[in-house]
């Protein structure tokens, strides 16, 4: 995400600006979900208390308030302003926080059974699904007004589908390319002026630290039974020239850059021993701590890496320092994966203009800036993003710039299936089950198959 190799010093060449406004018009992001694997915990139940209503004793009227992966980072923001929007209004905020791995499905068993909450933030890509059910309300009456104009123009695209828009912009993300300053230095490779521009590059850095004295792995690789693994290989798959489906949406996943990108992918671990000893076991959080505890030399991640490790030398945790640079290219270009987490209201909401105060509350600017600051997200609004502590800060400022390379998994109803079958493709090749050609062209005649 980060097409400096330097991002430390200052680049007059560079207009942040404009690179902000590239995060928001890249017609290429489209519908997409951040996955968030910086907050796993819960702070709320199991999120099947009831739909919202006026207290059963005729007391103060309740809007419930679903999200995903509060964790302690994040969790005073929530309190203090749902108490205040209390306040405020003369209401009861029922906030419920889910993990991650238990989101969807809660989603769904509430919508199914008629308990769906008045507002939820959750990812963009499940906005088709949502819509399919009969789920969500349209809020093209927020966003093609004066709400609409704050968010960046791409972002906001973000959150429609057939022509609407199914929910408002809550938080966006993109990966660069981390690496261990320290580990660079004693492998003797530059650890201030690194040249990893290509997948050439970092397989030949990577290399290097394997055959120094490092003594810790020289790359994290992503290779569990979990939906981030194809989000970690889909960099390799479109440098390559490969897609995941056509203009028609069907899928085309088994192209011969598809091949390469895979071989790659697995060629890393297999013929080059550059990765940590279990890649089928480890998902992309595992490795994002390995690194985080200065045990990995290079890794791609989020923002909230560098966050963390910068709080961890403020606490004595951790003593090491980190570089950061652009997701490498490869021969069909540079891309990194944007995405998109949306707050909607559900259909089956009894307080449709309460929910909308909600979300309207929510995006005072000085609580946008709150919350991209402490979640580690990348601002929604552009004036949140136009300030200096994003724009000029070390952590921020190269994913800032990334925006020019975004990209978004396709619009697709069913992407956590087909993400899942490509998942078990990269794991076939991992585990040599398959060869990369077979194996994607496996999950091509399946994937086929399920679009019928």
């Known amino acids: 995400m980060q097409p400096d190799n330097n991002p430390e010093s200052s680049d007059d060449s560079i207009d942040r600006r404009q690179l902000l406004q590239a995060l928001g018009a890249g017609g290429a992001i489209a519908i997409a979900g951040c996955s968030g694997d910086g907050g796993s915990g819960s702070d709320g139940g199991d999120g099947d208390s009831g739909s919202g209503s006026d207290g059963g004793d005729g007391g103060t009227q309740s809007v419930q308030f679903l999200t995903m992966g509060v964790g302690d980072n994040i969790k005073q923001f929530f309190e203090e302003n749902n108490a205040a929007f209390e306040e405020e209004h003369g209401v009861d905020v029922e ?9 969807r499905q809660t989603v769904n068993n509430r919508v199914d059974g ?16 949502l819509v399919g059910k009969d789920a969500l309300e349209p809020l093209d009456d927020m966003m093609d007004g004066e709400f609409g104009e704050q968010f960046y123009d791409g972002v906001a695209e973000g959150t429609m589908y057939n022509g609407s828009h199914y929910g408002v912009p809550w938080a966006a993300s993109n990966k660069c390319l981390y690496y261990n300053k320290d580990v660079f230095e004693t492998a003797g490779l530059d650890p201030e002026n690194p040249s990893i ?28 039974d979990a939906i981030e693994t194809g989000s970690q290989y889909y960099h390799y798959h479109w440098s390559h020239g490969a897609d995941l489906v056509d203009d028609e949406g069907m899928p085309v996943v088994n ?9 790659l992918y697995t060629d890393l671990h297999l013929e080059h021993d550059v990765t940590q000893s279990s890649p089928l076991s480890s998902t992309r959080q595992d490795i994002r701590q390995l690194f985080e505890n200065g045990d990995l030399g290079m890794v791609i991640g989020h ?14 945790e951790v003593d090491f320092d980190y570089g950061i640079v652009q997701v490498p290219r490869g021969p069909e270009g540079r891309y990194s994966l944007f995405t998109i987490d949306t707050l909607a209201i559900l259909s ?7 929910a909308r105060d909600l979300i309207r509350f929510y995006f005072d600017e000085e609580r946008r800036f709150q919350y991209s ?14 300030r200096s502590y994003f724009s000029d800060s070390k952590n921020w400022g190269p994913f800032v710039e990334a925006g020019q390379y975004a990209r978004a998994r396709p619009k697709l109803s069913n992407f956590s299936e087909f993400n899942d079958r490509m998942v078990q493709a990269i794991q076939e090749a991992l585990a040599e089950r398959k060869t990369p050609q077979k194996a994607l062209n496996d999950a091509q005649s399946d994937l086929e198959d399920a679009m019928e």
């Open 303 to 316: 923002v909230y890496t560098g966050l963390n490790i910068t709080s961890a030398q403020e606490n004595d």
């Open 114 to 129: 008629g308990q769906a909450p008045d507002v939820s933030r959750w990812p963009a890509r499940w906005i088709p699904q």
């Open 255 to 263: 192209s011969s850059g598809a091949v390469d990108a895979l071989s």
């Open 197 to 224: 521009d290509s997948w050439q590059d970092m397989v030949d850095a990577a290399k290097q630290i394997r055959d120094s004295d490092a003594s810790v792995p020289a790359l994290g690789l992503a290779g569990a």
């Open 348 to 354: 089956q909401s009894e307080h449709k203009d309460l």
């Open 373 to 386: 600051k402490q979640k580690g997200f990348l601002p929604v609004v552009e004036a949140v993003g136009e």
């Open 95 to 103: 906030f419920t926080s889910v993990t991650w791995d238990n989101a």
